[in-house]
């Protein structure tokens, strides 16, 4: 950014500002990656934090970490290149021009700098800057200071006289605070894009601010503004941001309801015969969770609304069962199921095992992937669109444009957050090809990441939640253990005595081979190549085979077949395992690397062993160099195996983003409200919508607007 553009800035006439809304040409692009495509989009780009720009220090005075103003003289200033191109300027205090050797001075760093920066920092000229003072290797120094106008000199617009509390904007390369305070400046002068939408008596009943009063608050706090308070977001200011956008979500999240409510699905009823001669064949019975979710399924499928329902239930509650019961109901009353899982090997395991299940009941299942050949993919593209196949089975390949379904009336998708609004809205359209009528089909959606209270309400309040909240008899506990990496040796013995005693192991790593090092990180993780050759050659006596999400798919099939007959003992394997992978004998699990590994996926692979009658064992191995967040992670999966108490813990670590998927909601992600940390907010949200909607002052669409208005919106989703 020049001068010359700040300047040019400066020079538009406020006079012009309900015109002149436009950003600058040269900044368009620049802000885009901030998400600003128009001046008015500024008022919602809301302050980091504020620096107070008013304290002035002699240069002999300063101290590691202060902020504040210096001023001073010149006396030596240079572009060096080592060791990157910089501008070097000492400066030292103004007085007598026979500067004394022991005066203190200061040294001024610019790494990006224009000819203009040169000319106003020569040798000899008397400058005010604003900055953080750190130690440097020769000295006290600043990086980047601002410039602050000194009295009697003349000054561009962006450069006028700040406030106590300077607002610190998020910003790119490019982008200088000063330009970013002068559009949001013109964005404020216009009146119309500060209108208050709520009604003034909700906003006082509340206890809120005025938006007028929260833009002028967050953008130009005046002086007798706590600096904490609105550093900590707990202003009341913070408080007004925060609640209108958890509102503006909850509002989204009704619409969607509405518009789920005026679609037709096909009403799915019958005697339940299928079901019942499944319940036979069956080793177990059904434990009272799974019996009361079943029925909240089944109610929802005979309905002629479209179900949008989440079963959720802990690794290895049993949610497959329940889904494939509700499937039978689907085939008995004439329609299609589509089953979907997010990686092959889990959608592979579901194939067979609902292979196994439904073989003697006469239901034809077909395997959609795009692992297959050209013709038996054409051939179950067929059997879908003609309705020959009953119930598909598949990966991302059911997306696929080419296919088709005569009668499709329930979606089941495991793990649904791995999945994107826009793919479930595809597979939704594969099932009006040939109805007469244009009908949605039932969505069943699965997750083994219990959902905390606060993101249910949040981005899962257009769903109706099933919660299998007990496990199948018999199930033993699951061990957890932390061990050090430098205890490698004795964990490998212990496995191999294990496996000599009749068990079977799971040993898991992050990466397949040397090529997948994590980069820029100077850390050697064990990969699983190396490590398949490491134990085949500890334990000569033992069948240790690789598994990973590389291999070919009848490969990956063989080995898991073997693992399940227990012709393997030790499964060396990427994260392929993570979710759907079923063998009760397997009761140990060793993870390398834990460190590295998410709190859901720690929980999920754990998940594998544990699944039989005999006690089971989770060792996670960890490496000396650990984060903060790491050793969060690790205490928490170390000290609970409760689902529910796990996702919290993620939720907090980690925020929600990565615990809803890619494009989860639809819904833009909260950029300043924390659900877990303003819980009270959300609930007001949520209880005052109705209450707004019947509202006649209340701009419905004005409100959503200003807080949606470049966001897509999936409401079919």
């Given at each position: ?54 304290q002035r220090r002699t240069i002999a005075d ?238 929802d499928l005979g309905r002629t609304q479209p ?411």
């Open positions: 950014m020049t001068d010359a553009l700040l300047a040019t800035l400066g020079r538009v006439s406020a006079k012009d500002d309900t015109e002149q809304t436009y950003l600058p040409p040269a900044l368009r692009p620049r802000l885009a990656r901030l998400g600003i495509a128009h001046l008015r989009d500024l008022l919602l780009h809301l302050p980091l934090r504020y620096e107070d720009q008013t300063l101290a590691a970490g202060d902020a504040v103003i210096v001023e001073g003289i010149v006396e030596h200033a240079e572009v060096v290149n080592r060791p990157r191109r910089q501008l070097v300027v000492l400066l030292r205090e103004a007085g007598p021009e026979t500067a004394q050797p022991w005066q203190a001075r200061l040294t001024l760093r610019y790494f990006n700098f224009y000819p203009a920066l040169v000319q106003r920092l020569r040798v000899g000229a008397n400058v005010r800057v604003f900055g953080e003072v750190r130690e440097g290797r020769f000295g006290l120094e600043m990086i980047h200071p601002v410039f602050k106008p000194q009295a009697g000199t003349e000054h561009t617009e962006a450069e006028t006289a700040t406030p106590e509390l300077t607002p610190i904007y998020p910003s790119t390369a490019g982008v200088p605070q000063a330009a970013l305070r002068t559009l949001i400046g013109k964005a404020l002068r216009v009146e119309s894009w500060r209108r208050e939408y709520l009604p003034p008596s909700f906003v006082a009943a509340l206890g809120l601010p005025s938006w007028g009063e929260v833009m002028t608050t967050l953008h130009t706090p005046s002086r007798d503004i706590p600096a904490a308070m609105l550093d900590a977001g707990t202003h009341p200011a913070w408080r007004r941001v925060k609640f209108d956008e958890l509102l503006a979500q909850q509002l989204a999240l009704r619409d969607t309801r509405v518009l789920l409510a005026r679609e037709q699905a096909p009403a799915v009823s019958g005697a339940g015969d299928l079901g019942r001669r499944l319940r036979e064949r069956l080793p177990f019975r059904l434990t009272v969770a799974q019996e009361r979710s079943l029925a909240e399924v089944l109610a179900m949008t329902r989440l079963l959720q239930g802990d690794v290895g509650s049993g949610k497959t069962v329940v889904a494939a019961l509700a499937a039978l109901m689907a085939v008995e009353s004439g329609w299609q199921v589509a089953f979907m899982a997010p990686t092959e090997l889990l959608a592979e395991q579901h194939f067979n095992k609902l292979r196994h299940w439904l073989d003697a009941l006469s239901v034809s299942l077909v395997w959609l992937s795009g692992s297959l050949a050209a013709a038996e993919l054409k051939a179950a593209q067929k059997a879908c669109q003609s309705g020959a196949a009953q119930i598909a089975v598949g990966t991302h390949a059911l997306f696929q444009k080419k296919v088709r379904f005569a009668r499709l009336g329930l979606v089941v998708v495991d793990e649904q957050h791995r999945f994107g609004v826009e793919q479930r809205l595809a597979l939704r359209s594969r099932g009006q090809a040939d109805c007469e009528r244009v009908l949605a089909p039932h969505q069943l959606m699965m997750s083994a990441t219990p959902i905390p209270r606060s993101l249910a309400m949040s981005y899962y309040a257009d769903l109706d939640v099933s919660v299998i909240d007990e496990l199948p008899g018999g199930r033993q506990p699951i061990t957890t253990k932390l061990v050090r990496e430098q205890r490698r040796t004795e964990v490998i013995g212990r496995i191999h005595d294990a496996v000599r005693d009749g068990a079977q192991a799971y040993w898991v790593c992050p990466l397949i081979d040397e090529s997948e090092k994590l980069a820029a990180q100077d850390i050697e993780l064990q990969n699983a190549t190396a490590l398949y050759e490491e134990l085949t050659a500890a334990m000569p006596d033992v069948r240790v085979a690789l598994l990973h999400g590389r291999m070919k798919t009848d490969e990956k099939a063989a080995i898991m077949a073997d693992f399940v007959a227990n012709r393997i003992q030790v499964l060396v394997a990427t994260t392929v395992i993570e979710v759907g992978v079923d063998v009760p004998n397997a009761s140990w699990m060793v993870i390398e690397h834990a460190e590295r590994f998410g709190l859901a996926q720690l929980h999920q692979l754990r998940g594998r062993v544990g699944r039989g009658s005999v006690a089971s064992t989770c060792i996670l191995l960890f490496g000396d160099r650990l984060s903060d967040t790491a050793r969060q992670r690790l205490k928490v999966i170390y000290e609970t195996t409760d689902g529910f108490t796990i996702a919290r813990e993620d939720l907090r670590i980690r925020g929600p983003g990565e615990l809803l998927g890619p494009r989860q909601s639809g819904l833009p992600s909260l950029r300043y409200a924390n659900i877990e940390n303003d819980l009270d907010l959300l609930e007001a949200a949520r209880d005052a919508c109705a209450q707004l909607e019947r509202d006649s002052t209340f701009d419905k669409a004005a409100f959503l607007g200003r807080w949606l208005q470049h966001r897509a919106e999936y409401a079919r989703a």
